[in-house]
T-cell receptor
Framework: DAKTTQPPSMDCAEGRAANLPCNHS???????VYWYRQIHSQGPQYIIH???NNETNEMASLIITEDRKSSTLILPHATLRDTAVYYC???????????FGQGTRLTINP | DTEVTQTPKHLVMGMTNKKSLKCEQH?????MYWYKQKAKKPPELMFV???????INESVPSRFSPECPNSSLLNLHLHALQPEDSALYLC?????????????FGQGTRLTVV
């Protein structure tokens, strides 16, 4: 699976959009980009995933660059409950493993 | 029901004890996973079960013994653990492989070895 690079920490004001970047410059054509988050003392939670096109669901939007070497997770109106560690994971369809990198610790400030 | 239930939530055990962690899901998922997470670190994969068969063992010491009695249950048997094995143990499940679908995680069992 391709390696991902994320900033170790970010801050965002409550009510603003939180944009979390992820670099995956060695991604191959059959690898998906997944985002999970882990709120303190809880298990990780799936957020969204995509292959080439931008994706949106009730939690977030995922923007993948045209060359697929990087992506951005967007939380449109961040709340205090969005404070968590966010993990960007690149994995092949049908992979048996989900391997977590170091993630980004996002803090939403009031 | 989109829950993965882990019991117990907390466990304290001595180095000579034998204990088991339990994980249950009723989503019809056929892949189940054990992860170990130390403080301020990402979860580390330990074992993967696919259709009730062990498919991946990430070179985990034999003092950790997984078991999948049926498609809804996953156990982790613990024996002769060391203090450095103290961690949050997370169970997860997915419809089949995680690269095909999202994985659902339980809240974890916080294990302390004394």
């Amino acid at each position: 699976d391709a390696k991902t690079t994320q900033p170790p920490s970010m801050d965002c004001a409550e009510g603003r959009a939180a944009n979390l970047p992820c670099n995956h410059s060695t991604i191959s054509g059959n690898e998906y980009v997944y985002w999970y988050r882990q709120i303190h003392s809880q298990g990780p939670q799936y957020i969204i995933h995509g292959l080439k096109n931008n994706e949106t669901n009730e939690m977030a939007s995922l923007i993948i660059t045209e060359d697929r070497k990087s992506s951005t997770l967007i939380l449109p109106h961040a709340t205090l409950r969005d404070t968590a560690v966010y993990y960007c994971i690149v994995t092949k369809k049908g992979a048996q493993k989900l391997v977590f990198g170091q993630g980004t610790r996002l803090t939403i400030n009031p | 029901d989109t829950e993965v239930t882990q019991t117990p939530k907390h466990l304290v055990m001595g180095m000579t004890n034998k204990k088991s962690l339990k994980c249950e899901q009723h989503m019809g998922h056929r892949a189940m996973y054990w992860y170990k997470q130390k403080a301020k670190k990402p979860p580390e994969l330990m074992f993967v079960y696919s259709y009730e068969k062990l498919s991946i063992n990430e070179s985990v010491p034999s003092r950790f013994s997984p078991e999948c009695p049926n498609s809804s249950l996953l156990n982790l048997h613990l024996h002769a653990l060391q203090p450095e094995d103290s961690a949050l143990y997370l169970c997860a499940s997915s419809q089949d492989q995680p690269g095909n679908t999202e994985a659902f995680f339980g809240q974890g069992t916080r294990l302390t070895v004394v």
